[in-house]
């Protein structure tokens, strides 16, 4: 009778979590759109993420020459954590990078992360 209870408590227990763990990663199946827009101020720049019209993230940026950019800062909002949105703001740079044929200098820790683990990322680094 008693190890019944366990099990019945312990069975409870792991479908509270199951549902609290469905509910908690509800929004990995939802479709949401993202948009980057690149904002630029003279010798600064900010890429901004956002998701539905709400902003979920930025990247800001340096130019140190006319070939040669620092990302300084990469930030993603709690409630957007988790949905990649700092690896598409550094994609981004990447991409904006190649299109101005320009190097990156990966100040910000988490970019640097990302470049030091990608590969096809290399060809723009300073």
Not at 26 to 42: C, L, P, S, V
Not at 62 to 91: A, C, P, R
């Amino acid at each position: 009778m008693y190890t019944n209870v366990l099990n019945e408590i312990h069975f409870n227990h792991k479908i509270e979590n199951f549902h609290k763990t469905k509910r908690s990663f509800g929004r990995y199946f939802e479709k949401k759109t993202m948009e980057i827009r690149n904002i630029e101020r003279e010798d600064r720049g900010n890429f901004i993420a956002e998701i539905e019209n709400s902003e979920a993230g930025i990247l800001e940026y340096t130019w140190q020459n006319d070939h040669e950019f620092s990302i300084d800062h990469t930030e993603v909002y709690d409630e957007y954590k988790g949905m990649s949105v700092g690896k598409k703001l550094v994609l981004e740079a990447v991409d904006y990078a190649r299109k101005n044929a320009a190097k990156i200098i990966p100040n910000c820790p988490y970019a640097k992360a990302i470049f030091d683990k990608t590969i096809a990322f290399q060809d723009v680094l300073v």
